[in-house]
């Protein structure tokens, strides 16, 4: 990561945001619309409005209309496909073996120093997250994950939970779950 991302991750974390624009408010109000619920300001920040940004190119003559398309058919997809439920802040025992199978096996492939080209600038941040171990262990950060019948999905955090499975096989890690209810 670069210095401006640097600095960008640490407000992040801290809460200092400056979103200004009314996307934010937006992605936060339609997400409370369509599940009834106020999503972790986190997630939303995190996962949701960033993904979400970079699916809309103004650039390419989308209208504010588009985003706004891809914020609903974004969230109405994850709770058609997941079902509706509630995100929970935990404390997880980090394992391989607690990711439904499919995750496992990226994980392993990233561990093994799989290199993915779609995703900006992945080598220099796995180095990145390497290095934050080395000098300060696990991040507090949050990942944020699916709970599944068959196991947890990843997310959000690739990065840091490939580096800290890589690292330590086993650890503890601040996190967001999303719980659908008929799983709890």
Same mark, same amino acid.
């Given at each position: 990561?670069?210095?401006?991302?640097?600095?960008?991750?640490i407000?992040q974390?801290?809460? +200092?945001?400056?979103?200004?624009?009314?996307?934010?408010?937006?992605?936060?109000?339609?997400?409370?619309?369509?599940?009834?619920q106020?999503?972790?300001?986190?997630? +939303?920040k995190?996962?949701?409005?960033?993904?979400?940004?970079?699916s809309?190119?103004?650039?390419?003559?989308?209208?504010?209309?588009?985003?706004?398309?891809?914020?609903?058919?974004?969230?109405?997809?994850?709770?058609?496909?997941?079902?509706?439920?509630?995100?929970?802040?935990?404390?997880?025992?980090?394992?391989?073996?607690?990711?439904?199978?499919?995750?496992?096996d990226?994980?392993?492939?990233?561990?093994?120093?799989?290199i993915?080209?779609?995703?900006?600038?992945?080598?220099?941040?796995?180095?990145?997250?390497?290095?934050?171990?080395?000098?300060?262990?696990?991040?507090?950060?949050p990942?944020?994950?699916?709970?599944?019948?068959?196991?947890?999905?990843?997310?959000?955090?690739?990065?840091?939970t490939?580096?800290?499975l890589?690292?330590?096989?086993?650890y503890?890690?601040?996190?967001?779950?999303?719980?659908?209810?008929?799983?709890?």
């Amino acid at each position: 990561m670069d210095l401006q991302e640097n600095i960008h991750r640490i407000k992040q974390v801290m809460g +200092l945001n400056e979103l200004r624009n009314p996307w934010f408010n937006y992605v936060q109000s339609k997400t409370k619309e369509i599940t009834g619920q106020d999503w972790p300001e986190y997630v +939303l920040k995190d996962w949701l409005y960033t993904f979400t940004k970079r699916s809309y190119f103004p650039e390419k003559g989308e209208t504010p209309e588009h985003y706004k398309n891809i914020v609903r058919s974004f969230v109405e997809s994850f709770v058609e496909g997941h079902g509706k439920g509630e995100w929970e802040y935990r404390v997880l025992d980090v394992s391989i073996d607690i990711f439904i199978p499919s995750i496992q096996d990226s994980l392993k492939q990233k561990m093994g120093g799989f290199i993915n080209t779609d995703v900006p600038k992945d080598e220099e941040r796995h180095n990145v997250q390497q290095s934050q171990l080395d000098k300060v262990g696990v991040s507090p950060e949050p990942i944020i994950v699916l709970q599944r019948k068959d196991g947890i999905e990843l997310l959000e955090g690739w990065h840091r939970t490939t580096s800290a499975l890589k690292k330590y096989g086993t650890y503890k890690q601040n996190a967001w779950v999303y719980v659908p209810y008929e799983l709890k």
